[in-house]
Every structure is written in C-alpha cells, then in structure tokens.
C-alpha cells in the first residue's frame, strides 16, 4: 500500500491563513535593544493583521536559546505538525526561529511537507521560489556564522581573561564576588573563613574528612564529604586558576588566596591514597613512594634472579630509569641524615618546636572562640522561642520542632568545643621526642622493618619524593613541615661552621711563617 502524500499548496494561493506565533529572545541584552517579546508579538500581530493572517496559537514568549532545538522549541514542532489548521509560523525575524543552521534548515523543510511555511515578519522573502527559499536558508546558515564567530570572540575573552588571573565563573563556596569600579573582585566570606580551618585540620591534625565534615557543621558551615574532597583538591583556595580553556596551564589568579601553597600541598599529600601500598615487599620499601622525575612514574621493585639482585625501575612505559636497591637506599639513608640537627642548635630547635606547637594552640583558641559565639547565640534563640511559647504566640507543634532543631545545633557545637578544648599540655614530651627521632633518622629508617620504614617515609615526605636521573639523587619538594625547618637549621649551620673554618685555614699561612726570634746574644765583658 502507498504512502498518501500531503499536498502542498502554494503560500500566495492559501485561502485560510493560520498562524502560530513563536516569540523567543535569549538574552536579556536582545531583550533591551528593540527585541523585546512584546515588540516581537506588537510587530507579527501588525503583519499578520495586514496580511490577513490568523493567529490561532501562540508559543514561546520566554527567554530560550536559539542556537539549539531546546525542548520548547521541539514541543511548538511537534503541536504544530499535529494541528490540521496551522499552516504558517509566524516570527518576528528567521533568527528567532532558529540560529541552529542545516537543523533549521530541515525542520523548515520538514514543515514544508506538512504544508506549514516559516514566515518572518520584518524579512521578506518568496516561499513559492526556489530563489526565495535559497535565501531564507543563507539566513539560517549565516545566524549560525554569526554565532560561532561570536562564540569564537566570547571564548578568545574568556582565555585572555584567565590568563590575566581573573575568575569569571561562579565562585566556589567560601567567595564573594563584589563589583569596584568596572573590575569584579573575588574575596573570602565568612563561610571561606570556616572553610580554612578544613585545610588547616587537615595539614596540622591529620583529620578525616568525616571528622572534618563534623567540625565543620559545628561551626555552622553545612558540606557533605565529597564536596569537601572536591574542595580540599581545588587549587582556586591556594591563589591558582585551573580551566578547561587553559588546557593544563595553571595560571597565578587576581583573587584572594583562602590557604597558602604550603598548605594546600601538604594536604593534599596526606589526603592522596595513591601512595599507600598495602603489598609487604621487605626488599623494596621505597616502592611507589619515589617519583621519577622525568615522566611523573612511580618507582617499582624487581629482582634479577640470575644475579641475585634486587633493582627499581620507573613504571612508566618507555622510561629507562632503574636502579640498584643498594644504591637507592643508600642515598635515602644519606637524604634523612641530612635532617639531624647538631647538637649545638637543640636549643634553637626547641624553641622552635614551642612555637610550633603555640600556633597549633592558637589556632584551636581561635575556633573555640568561634564556638563561644555560636553557641551565645544558639542560648539566645533558645529563650526567645521559650519565652514567646510561654506567651502563647506560637503553637506547641512549632515550639518542640525549633526546640528540637536548637537541640541538636547545640550538641553539635558542645562536641566542636570538646575538640577545640583539647590542647598539647604535655609540649615538654611531644618536644624531647621529636628532636631525639631527629637526631637519628637515617639510623631508625635502616633498622627499622618494612612497616616502620613505611611510616617514616610517609612521615617526612607524604607526597613521596622525587629522584633526578641526571643528577643521579633525590629532590625534596614536599617535605614535612616540621622537619623541614630541621633541614634548614642544619644546612645553615654547617655553612656558617665551613665558612669560619675556611676563614681559619685562610688564616693559618700567615702565623705558620712567623717565629719567635732568638734572643740577642750578649757580649762578656
């Protein structure tokens, strides 16, 4: 059986002209240059008026995007197509039909079949001719130039913009956007405030992120856990702009810095699981600890049976790093001691350490004291709503749901101030412990077992560490904090030490080459 065929009637020989108006603007920026929906439906209503045209249904009337068939869209087609009537859509010009190019193209011809015509109002043209519909469709097709080289314009600005340092997206949680002047700038809220103790637990502490989650909502700042890690990885909070129109730049940002470098490295170094490795391989304890630094491969063990000898090799496809076990344990033994503070310094290292441990403190006073405030002002809601219960101005169903919710922000605060409460007053002990490991920490790493090594490795180093091929030796890039300043305290006392005995051994020619001369002789008489 053959398709029957609708018959297609010329548009100028159309006795009953129907139309279904479609308006649509879709920015507001069209919205006030003369391209306003009322401007839209004033002039098509003009047109179809003298033209003889009936409107019978009207669509759209809302800010949607022509660049694509957006469901509205689509719906009028479809509703359109359905009503035996309607035989011309009627819009205010061929861009607000669509700026979608070949995709207009078809469906216009697709309404063609039906008998429907796409007419424009403020855009003659000759549906009947083929030079007329050759026209209409250089519209479609130059609508969507003209969008892709406006889009091309809109993404080359965006890319300058970034790599100017300058945010013009949404602004993550813990930031305000503020417009001074003609320049927009992004600095840290209250909330951001709250959210830099999350970076500061866990650098400091060590903390989980459930347990930061928890402090957190003490405080009032509400962030379920994988936002949290989103937001612990996000390098926007250290200063930095990371955008997919960048490709893999990382660009210094104009913006307020929530926490510093340091900071952010650190955490994310104890927060990234891809250094632990669960496998007990006593031979190779640097295994997936170092980092090559040619390619970024992590360094895996091996044994050559035939020599009887144990190597590490990068896992990186197409890398030659390898090297002997000896070798690279060796130079790890060497790279610890390179922390042990001299004898001399221990008491410069101890003070040190206090101020370390007064800061941690201080910081802990700090949320206590944001704890106090919250829960002051927790007590005095508390009696409000009491109070106006006792008056009668609210029911007994609202008083026990905002007691109910009061209650347990009030739990939550009292477990944040038992946390905050806790401080180091054993400082002395923390302290004689930490400078007697640092004293020897090559010894302890090469007597200890694969467990222990493990765990003095992820102490000093939690992002692992790198080893330079053609330097032969590792670089520390992200070391403990605390043995860092070790390091440096060391390091500045032998150059202090080798300079004085240069200057000593400078010296020393000059009073070998004198003598104590004879004493004269004298004559008898």
């Known amino acids: 059986m053959k398709k029957k065929k609708v018959k297609v009637t010329e548009f100028s020989k159309l006795e009953n002209k129907v139309a279904a108006l479609w308006t649509r ?7 006030r240059n003369n391209c306003s929906l009322e401007n839209q439906q004033r002039i098509c209503r003009e047109y179809a008026e003298r033209h003889g045209i009936t409107i019978k249904k009207e669509f759209g009337g809302t800010h949607e995007s022509a660049k694509t068939e957006g469901k509205m869209y689509r719906e009028m087609i479809a509703e359109v197509a359905r009503d035996k009537e309607i035989n011309i859509i009627l819009v205010y010009s061929f861009d607000r039909f669509s700026r979608a190019g070949s995709e207009a193209i078809m469906t216009k011809a697709y309404l063609k079949t039906k008998g429907i015509y796409v007419i424009s109002a403020t855009q003659a043209t000759d549906p009947d001719s083929a030079a007329g519909t050759f026209m209409e469709n250089i519209l479609f097709l130059f609508n969507q130039f003209e969008n892709d080289l406006r889009r091309d ?3 080359t600005g965006m890319r300058e913009c970034l790599k100017k340092g300058y945010w013009f997206g949404q602004v993550p949680l813990g930031y305000d956007r503020k417009k001074v002047g003609r320049e927009h700038i992004i600095t840290v809220n209250e909330d951001g405030k709250k959210l ?8 400091n502490e060590g903390l989980g992120d459930i347990a930061i989650v928890d402090r957190l909502k003490a405080l009032g700042l509400d962030v379920d856990r994988k936002h949290l890690n989103k937001i612990l990885q996000n390098i926007f909070y250290c200063g930095y702009i990371k955008h997919s129109l960048l490709g893999d730049e990382i660009i210094k940002g104009k913006h307020e810095p929530l926490i510093d470098e340091d900071i952010f490295n650190k955490v994310n170094g104890l927060s990234n699981a891809g ?3 669960r496998e ?5 304890p640097l295994k997936r600890h170092v980092i090559c630094s040619d390619c970024g491969g992590y360094l895996t063990g091996y044994t050559v049976k035939a020599r009887g000898r144990n190597y590490y090799k990068c896992n990186k496809k197409g890398c030659k790093s390898n090297h002997s076990t000896d070798k690279m344990h060796q130079k790890y033994t060497e790279l610890l001691n390179g ?12 003070d040190v350490l206090r101020k370390v441990f007064k800061d941690n403190n201080d910081m802990k006073d700090e949320t206590r004291r944001m704890l106090l405030k919250r829960q002051t002002e927790c007590k005095q809601k508390l ?3 009491q109070v106006r219960y006792g008056l009668g101005e609210i029911s007994d169903e609202v008083y026990q749901t905002t007691l109910k919710h009061l209650t347990a922000e009030m739990a939550e605060i009292s477990r944040g101030l038992e946390e905050a409460n806790k401080n180091l007053s054993n400082m002395s002990k923390y302290i004689d412990e930490a400078v007697a490991m640092s004293c020897k920490l090559g010894t302890l790493w090469n007597s200890g077992n694969f467990e222990n090594r493990q765990s003095l490795q992820k102490l000093m180093f939690p992002a692992g560490v790198l080893f330079d091929k ?8 992200n070391e403990n904090e605390v043995f860092k300043i070790f390091r440096r305290l060391s390091a500045s006392y032998e150059e202090e030490k080798t300079k004085a005995t240069t200057e000593i051994i400078r010296l020393s020619p000059c009073v070998g080459k004198r003598r104590l001369e004879r004493p004269t002789p004298t004559s008898r008489t």
Do not use: G, M
């Not at 603007?25 to 919205?31: A, D, G, L, N």
């Not at 053609?470 to 890039?477: A, G, L, W």
């Open 25 to 31: 603007v879709s920015t507001e920026k069209q919205e």
């Open 153 to 155: 314009k809109c993404v």
């Open 196 to 203: 830099r103790n999350a970076f500061l637990w866990k650098a």
């Open 275 to 277: 250094y632990e490795h």
């Open 280 to 284: 007990v391989t006593d031979e190779f």
């Open 339 to 350: 922390y042990k503070i001299p004898q001399e310094l221990i008491p410069v290292l101890i």
């Open 383 to 385: 009696e409000r709503v």
């Open 470 to 477: 053609e330097n032969d030796d590792y670089r520390t890039e």
